[in-house]
């Protein structure tokens, strides 16, 4: 990383490259594992959890465990925020990633229920909370290392090669499932192929530290940390002074997981549960859909840093609104071809989503609490909203007797965050992060940040209303 005497921060976008892609390796290790697990969940219910007759009611308890575990993100994000805040944003990736791989070994080391009884499912309960408590590092400084290695103009893009990231982890484990679930009998699946798969984490996860091993600190952090002499803002301070952009960051955390979670966590079960598809059809059509998707984050990455971020997610936010009851409506129909179009529905405008939200989050908070606010809201929020989807979404199957009480559950969200986002967020593509100065990659973009009287009053205003909260 170079910085020139004007204070504009320029990135080698060859490098900034290559750490989008060594922070999507651990994404995809973290959604590799998650992947497994909701792929899976039918054979995992049945192994830890065979106590239980009811087949509905295992499944309930598997996405309980899974969602449990989510309560850990929230003590993640703070442990790891301070961390991350305090002594830069690689350490924390580096740790986090060594965390997720040992935790999915050690799920597919785990006897069942019939070798040890209780302890089965208490100890599957452990490794999903290690999972979580790491992943409430993980994603936040994901985002917010990549936000600060990239070039203003093209933070969206390079952002959602992160959720590239977890679209690939996903594919993985979807075909890793798929060809066991075509090569081995049920029988050879239920008692020893499920833990192939969560086996295969650990040297991932190898990779994936060697990667971060090597990475750069982002010259943000470097530079334009804090001001001499101004003490650490806790957190009461935090929530006083950024209630506007806290709420914004939450409601955006929570319809984004909503719809992420319910298309690529729920949808394997409840195709298999409720429509009646079979595991090999859902896996196959899911994954197509997966492939689909990742063109289309780039799109509309590169889409977001053109026309702005906050039409890119009212586009995909008015579309789930309008179309969640009838994308749910086809895949009810449980015809390959509808079902097919339901999912693509869902698939297209989570898109909007993956494509916006790593680039825009981290543009929401100033350097010195940036990474510790996002982690703590991100991950209060995925808690709450995002990792309870699939048991809630089960949930409200079974006391409704109603198919389509998900697509409901997901038109709530997308509404609440359409008329959020419409009236409380203010689009920030384009523009430098919040009291820095501007990031370029070349020299016409160096020249233009120099010239450019809107790109320079938008980076005094920041940089002013930095300096008198940090002050006061």
Known sequence: MVFNKKKINIVNIRQTKKSVFATGVGNAMEWFDFGLYSYLAVIISRNFFSAVENDELKLMFTFATFAIAFLMRPLGGVIFGRIGDKYGRKVVLTITIILMAFSTLLIGLLPTYDQIGIWAPVLLLVARIIQGFSTG???????????????????????????????????????LASTLFITLTDQQMATWGWRIPFLLGLPLGLVGFYLRAHLEETPIFENELSVEGVQEESFLSILK??????????????????????????????????????????????????VIMVPLALLFGKLS?????????????????????????????????????????????????EGTMPGTLPTMFYTDIRYRTLAVTF?????????????????????????LAPAFYLTFFSLIGFFVILFLFTSTSGKSLKGSYPTVATKTEYKEAIENPRHSLWWLMEKQEENKRLYN
């Open 137 to 175: 590092g993980e994603y936040a400084g994901a985002m917010v290392y990549i936000a600060e290695s990239s070039p203003d103009n093209k933070r969206n893009v390079l952002g959602s090669g992160l959720e590239i990231g977890t679209l690939a982890g996903y594919i993985l484990a979807s075909l």
């Open 241 to 290: 002074n950024h209630k506007k952009d806290i709420l914004v960051c939450f409601v955006s955390v929570a319809f984004f997981n909503v719809t992420n979670y319910m298309l690529l966590s729920y949808m394997p079960s409840y195709l298999d549960e409720v429509i009646g598809l079979s595991s090999t059809a859902g896996t196959v059509l899911i994954t197509l859909i997966m």
């Open 379 to 403: 991950n209060v929020s995925v808690s709450l909203f995002g990792g309870t989807t699939p048991l809630i979404s089960t949930w409200l199957v079974h006391q409704t007797g109603n198919a």
């Open 305 to 353: 840093d053109q026309i702005g971020n906050k039409t890119v997610l009212i586009m995909g936010l008015g579309g789930l609104t309008l179309l969640s009851v009838l994308a749910f409506y086809f895949i009810h129909l449980n015809t390959i071809a509808f079902v097919f179009l339901g999912i693509l529905i869902l698939g297209i405008l989570l898109s909007t989503y």
